[in-house]
Nanobody
Framework: VQLQASGGGLVQAGGSLRLNCAAS????????IGWFRQAPGQEREFVAAIKWRDNKKQYGDSVKGRFAISRDSTKNTVYLQMNDLKPEDTAVYYC????????????????????WGQGTLVTVSS
């Protein structure tokens, strides 16, 4: 599966952006689609993930209540709606996919994800 992330840009603090992750190829019921981000000089950080099979979702602590992940199975696309953005949200955002047995719990570790998109830059100004 190839992933294409888009939707990044420059926004003021308190603003909103929606990121898109379009997948070319089949997404299967045992897939998790995730978003990670990486700020300059920092490690990649888990943001959110969604299970394709049952639409269950998981969020990183720093974005809970502000970000929302969703999917459109007809378009093979996953979205990340980001609200109340803060300067510390500035990073390159990557979408990724993981194949795992059914009922596998979410993982916050990027090493378990298989394929990655190219990333989209989000810059939040204060």
């Amino acid at each position: 599966v190839q992933l294409q992330a888009s939707g990044g840009g420059l926004v003021q603090a308190g603003g909103s952006l929606r990121l898109n992750c379009a997948a070319s190829g089949d997404i299967f019921s045992n897939n998790h689609i995730g978003w990670f981000r990486q700020a300059p000089g920092q490690e990649r950080e888990f943001v959110a993930a969604i299970k394709w099979r049952d639409n269950k979702k998981q969020y990183g602590d720093s974005v809970k209540g502000r970000f929302a992940i969703s999917r459109d199975s007809t378009k093979n696309t996953v979205y990340l709606q980001m609200n109340d953005l803060k300067p510390e949200d500035t990073a390159v955002y990557y979408c990724t996919i993981r194949s795992s047995p059914v009922a596998t719990p979410f993982s916050f570790f990027d090493s378990v994800y298989n394929d990655w998109g190219q990333g989209t830059l989000v810059t939040v100004s204060s």
